[in-house]
């Protein structure tokens, strides 16, 4: 059974990795054929973009497996795919709109560029609930497979635009590829799946729930963005453009590994909150220790990465990104444990007790965003502290659900490889 379950979370990261790995090598593709100021203003859509995400895309993902089992939360999904459609299109465009006008001259043109961008929400919401219900029939290895192969697709249509144009223009078309293809797919195997729906399912407040995780998930954005906010804010577009380089790379294995870990447990959680907390205990062990262990074994696939290949392959403007890799890549360490924490108390329905420590993430992004005006490395640093104090404040809200042991080795790994990469880089 344990084996089974460590299967599922592979093939869970396999999901969850391949449109990141898909982003990052486009994303380094782009910084080969254009200055830091073009990839800065690409991370500002892309910041837009997944600031909408987190209000809606990640939001609806945690509720939205439960939602599938009765009628009333399928309605709700259906009208919420339509309303998030046609809202997400009219921010993106609003968004480009803005950088139009805020942006220099030099670069302005490239704004037109990013058109495709605003297609996304609607590609990605054409299968939100057949993905959902996929999920909770535990057909993880059709969605790794599809990921792939919506990924593989959109790179064999990307790459060679970008080799022709040598512009943003690819990397606009990738992410709304990428997803329709992943959606289509998902509709098409979800066909299959038997769902059972239920009339009498209990009335969870969909709505409710949606608006605490919409809350909550933009409170987790700004965890991870805001430093890039004001990095762009403080520092100007072309430092936005070597951040956001350095935590693509960094950060892509180990977000996927933290979604991918969240994903599972949430489908094994159901029900047993409230009867049974030594049988709780025993599932988040078994999801989350196996998930550090691979978090951590991409933390050093990530270096081997940026060491014998990126520093090679990326010119000499791009060093200052490169430094601050090994450092920012031991952070997904936390990012795991604190996203399958979130799930815990998704599950519990107390999803607005963590919204005070999502504020405080927050608001440390400050400090870590004056720490680039010092060096990207100390930046670094910064973000691996802020994440562990997350992780343990999390700990403290489900400490009655959770095993420590499984924290505990979550600091000493981060500890270890914080300590590993000081000293060697």
Not at 104 to 127: C, E, K, M, Q, Y
């Amino acid at each position: 059974m344990r084996f089974k379950q460590i299967i599922q979370l592979a093939w869970s990261f396999a999901e969850r990795t391949v449109p990141r790995l898909a982003s990052a090598v486009l994303l380094l593709a782009l910084a080969f054929f254009v200055t830091p100021s073009v990839v800065g203003l690409y991370s500002w859509a892309i910041l837009g973009v997944t600031l909408f995400q987190a209000l809606t895309d990640v939001a609806i993902r945690q509720i939205a497996v439960h939602a599938t089992v009765s009628s009333s939360g399928n309605q709700f999904l259906r009208r919420y795919r339509v309303y998030a459609s046609v809202s997400g299109t009219v921010f993106v465009l609003g968004l480009l709109l803005v950088l139009w006008f805020t942006q220099s001259t030099d670069i302005r043109d490239n704004v037109w560029l990013l058109l495709p961008l605003a297609f996304a929400p609607i590609a990605t919401n054409i299968g939100i609930i057949s993905i959902a219900r996929l999920q909770m029939a535990n057909e993880w290895k059709f969605l790794a497979s599809g990921q792939l192969i919506a990924a593989i697709v959109s790179l064999a249509v990307t790459l060679p635009v970008m080799a022709l144009t040598q512009s943003v223009l690819a990397s606009a078309i990738q992410l709304p590829l990428t997803e329709l293809l992943f959606s289509l797919l998902s509709n098409l195997r979800a066909r299959k799946v038997k769902a059972e729906v239920s009339t009498n399912a209990p009335d969870r407040q969909f709505f409710r729930d949606y608006l605490g995780m919409s809350a909550y998930s933009a409170l987790g954005w700004g965890q991870g963005q805001a430093d890039r906010l004001l990095v762009g804010t403080i520092s100007g577009t072309a430092n936005l453009g070597y951040y956001s380089t350095a935590t693509s790379i960094s950060r892509s294995l180990g977000d996927a590994m933290a979604a991918a870990t969240a994903n599972v447990l949430r489908t094994r959680l159901p029900n047993t909150l409230g009867s049974d907390v030594s049988l709780t205990k025993q599932i988040v062990q078994r999801t989350l220790l196996p998930a550090t262990v691979l978090a951590g074994a991409g933390v050093l696939a990530v270096w081997c990465l940026n060491e014998f290949l990126l520093r090679q392959l990326l010119s000499s403007a791009w060093q200052p990104a490169l430094s601050a890799v090994p450092i920012l890549a031991v952070s997904a360490i936390s990012s795991v444990a604190t996203w399958s924490l979130t799930t815990v108390l998704v599950v519990q329905g107390k999803s607005f007790r963590g919204l005070p420590i999502r504020v405080g993430a927050v608001l440390l992004g400050i400090p870590i965003a004056l720490a680039t005006l010092v060096s990207l490395e100390f930046a670094g640093y910064m973000v691996v502290a802020r994440d562990i104090l997350v992780m343990i404040s999390m700990a403290a809200l489900v400490r009655r659900w959770i095993p420590w042991m499984t924290i505990v080795l979550s600091i000493g790994t981060t500890a270890a490889l914080t300590a590993a990469a000081y000293i060697l880089f």
